[in-house]
Every structure is written in structure tokens, then in C-alpha cells.
């Protein structure tokens, strides 16, 4: 059964519908891609499974049950802006967070020191919030959604503010909680976190669902129109290919656009007969593409 169910799930701001009938499933163990234009509804959605808002229509089921205040305990949401009190300090609030979803104060306590040292910072443990950087900020707020073992973990823009270490160090966070079971709604603007961590995915665009499913299926539902080439050697002709729409020169060889698959058989042929092919290969579309075809496609 879904960890995470919703069923045409709409939300309704006076005459502005914010959501309008999202429907997605998430399993236990998976890391899902809920992913948008600004103002699309990510946020709102969230919020709605959270529990904070309720949704005028539709149907939200944690592991086939209705919301109920028990399951707020199961849940942990790590908010895009910055959700803990600058003033407090890092062992009070993180600790208060966990006792306020179930947990003995002793479990708080010891969970607590266990991700400031997974995280490496143990003596983080009685520094203020304002006195740690916004990347370690943002590691608090993501202690802070975890602490209490959560079944069901929300992530709005987990990495942002964080260097490429720690980016690398959250990720690999996210992928152990997902492998102990952990099923994780997670929303991004950035495309490649996502093709590295989510199976599948929703675009939203201003409320409404525009792509769903396994990224690898969405992906062969779109054309193929990019071809990489490296040669030893440069090459001359490329752009006369019939099928080649543009040649761009890179760093090392060349990636072409084409307007047919067709283009491509002769790409390599041109190739072959000019000299030694090292690289050769049809692109498919990366996500970021694809997102901005899907998003760009429903604004026309
Ligand atoms: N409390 C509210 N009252 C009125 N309108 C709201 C409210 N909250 C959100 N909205 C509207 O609902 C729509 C969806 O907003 P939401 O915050 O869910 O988008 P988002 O996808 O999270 O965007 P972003 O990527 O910018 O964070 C927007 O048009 C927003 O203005």
C-alpha cells in the first residue's frame, strides 16, 4: 500500500484555485519529485498533506487512513523558508520539535546528538540559530525534520544555501532514509538533484498536473534531438547533414541539434568517413528540458 495517496486534491484561495486536482502516489521507501514554476502549488500541496491546510476537495490517505493529529507525529517537513527561531538555541527547539511529536525527552535528546555528529558539528548543540551560517541553518532545519524518525518526509528545497560538500552529504542523508523506508515528497528547482534522486515525479504548472510518472518512461515520450560527437580531429560539413538543424562546437567535439532521427544515422556515417569516431551518442532530453518544454508548452 502508499505511504501517500492523494486523489484530486484541490485548494481554493477565494476565486484563485492554488491547487486544481493533484493526484499522486508515494510508497514506502521512494523518494518523490513534486517539482513546479513558482507559484505552481508545490507549496500548498505540502502544506495540505501536512495537515496545516485543509484541502476543499479530493482526498489525502497516509498508509490508506485519513489525516488524524496522531499522524502529525509520523511526519517531519523541512519548510523552503527557514523554519527555526534565530534567538533559541539549536538543542532547545530541535529538542522541543521532537518532544512535540511523540518523543520522551531522553530519545529528543539522543537523536539529536546523533545527527549533529552525523553532520559532523556536534558542539552546534548549544549555539544559537543565528549565529550558525545559512547553509548550517539549513542543516538544523533538516535535523529538525528528521529528529523524530519520520515515515513521511517533506523536503522544500532541502539543498538551497548548502556548498557542493554538503550538498553531497545531505543527499546521501536523504538516500539512507529512503533505503530504512522512509517515503520522501521532495521539491526542487534543481533538475539534476532530481534525476539523481527521484523515480517519479509531478510538474505542476500554475495548479495543474502537466507531466507525471517514471522519469525514464516521460523521457521516452519525448524525441530525441541531440546528438554529441567527439572525433580525433576537427570536422568540417556537419551543419550540410540533411537533418541537422545547428552545430555547436564545445570544449571537446560537437553537439548538433536534428529535426529527425534519421539525421543521425548520417551524422555518424559523415563521421566515420572523415576519420576515427571516440564518442558518439543520441542525447535523451535531460529534465531541465523536458520542464521547460512541459511548463513552457501550458503558458502558450
Ligand atoms: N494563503 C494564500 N492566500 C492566497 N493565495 C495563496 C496563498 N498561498 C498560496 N497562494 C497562491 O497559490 C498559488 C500556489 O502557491 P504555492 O506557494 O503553492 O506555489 P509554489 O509552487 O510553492 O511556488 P514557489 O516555487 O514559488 O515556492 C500561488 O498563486 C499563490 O499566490
Partial sequence: MEALKLEQVVKQYGDKTAVNGISLKVGPGEIYGLLGANGAGKTTTMRMVLGLIYPDGGKILYNGKPFSDELQHMMGYLPEERGLYPKVKVSDQIIYLARLRG?????????????????????????????????????????????????????????????????????????????QGTSILFSTHRMEHVEELC????????????????????????????????????????????????????ERGYLLSISEIGAAQRILQHAMAAGEVEHFEIKEPTLNQIFIRAVGESNE
Fill in 103 to 179: 518523543m520522551s525527552a531522553g530519545d529528543a535528546e539522543k537523536s539529536l546528538r546523533f545527527w549533529l555528529e552525523r553532520f559532523d558539528v556536534p558542539e552546534y548543540y548549544n549555539k544559537k540559530i543565528e549565529e550558525l551560517s545559512k547553509g548550517n541553518q539549513q542543516k538544523m532545519g533538516f535535523i529538525a525534520a528528521v529528529v523524530h524518525k519520520p515515515q513521511i518526509l517533506i523536503l522544500d528545497e532541502a539543498f538551497s544555501g548548502l556548498d557542493p560538500v554538503n550538498v553531497e552529504l545531505l543527499k546521501d542523508t536523504v538516500k539512507e532514509l529512503r533505503d
Fill in 199 to 250: 523515480r517519479n515525479i509531478t510538474i505542476l504548472d500554475r495548479s495543474n498536473t502537466v507531466v507525471q510518472g517514471d522519469i525514464r518512461e516521460i523521457k521516452k515520450g519525448y524525441p530525441r534531438e541531440e546528438v554529441a560527437l567527439r572525433t580525433v580531429g576537427e570536422l568540417s560539413g556537419l551543419d550540410k547533414i540533411p537533418g541537422v538543424s545547428a552545430v555547436q562546437k564545445q
